[in-house]
């Protein structure tokens, strides 16, 4: 048989171990890891990976009120400027109060700005999937990058595309840490990539 490589099948055969120890204790007198301490080593990873849990869960929700608040702050500071535009349109130097100046003309596409919140959703053998939200600042994306790389080559590659917010990535190496990034992109250039999650399939 293989040994597993997947948590929760490790924690299973820990655990058929252990009770088969117990079992056999007259024909398995002396194990290297006699089954309380293997119990012990088993206790200590469930308590660790609820931790985990816990705490992953916590951050996705730090983030997602992260974001919230972001969207909010740029929509009141958005909404002011607008106003400040309509009251000033005659001076539009005195928008400069504001930390903001006269609307450029023609209708010019600037970049997009920074993916947010990335994340890996579910993850397979060889595949991974991720889903991150859009720049709330900058031009209007036309499509996201993704890219990957690893700790040793330290060089981005690109390794798929999408328009939407959310891709499944096929063919992924196995046994080898991948980080993962997205970056926004339009006809005026690229945006400031994202944070990286990082993952072994």
């Known amino acids: 048989m293989k040994f597993p490589e997947a948590e929760p099948e490790i924690a299973t055969l820990a655990l058929r171990v ?19 301490e293997l119990q012990a080593r088993l206790d200590r990873f469930n308590g660790s990976k609820a931790r985990v849990v816990v705490a992953t869960t916590t951050l996705r929700e730090e983030h997602a009120v992260n974001d919230q608040d972001l969207e909010h702050l740029v929509d ?4 002011n400027l607008k106003y400040a535009e309509v009251v000033f349109r005659d001076q539009p ?5 504001l930390g903001w100046g006269p609307r450029r003309d023609g209708s010019s596409l600037e970049a997009p700005g920074e993916v947010r919140d990335i994340r890996i959703v ?39 595309s999408s328009v939407d917010t959310v891709q499944t990535l096929s063919h992924q190496p196995r046994a080898i840490e ?3 990034r997205v970056v926004a992109a339009n006809r005026a250039g690229i945006g400031q990539p994202s944070a990286t999650v990082t993952v072994v399939l």
Do not use: C, F, H
């Open 76 to 79: 009141g500071t958005k909404a």
């Open 178 to 180: 991948m980080d993962y």
């Open 18 to 36: 252990i009770e088969g120890l117990k079992q056999l204790g007259t024909e398995l007198p002396a194990p290297p890891v006699p089954a309380d």
């Open 122 to 160: 579910s993850e397979g053998d060889t595949w991974v999937t991720l889903q991150w939200n859009p720049p709330v600042t900058g031009g209007a994306v036309g499509a996201y990058r993704i890219q990957r790389k690893t700790k040793e080559a330290g060089v981005w590659e690109d390794v798929g």
């Open 93 to 97: 130097d005195r928008l400069s109060g």
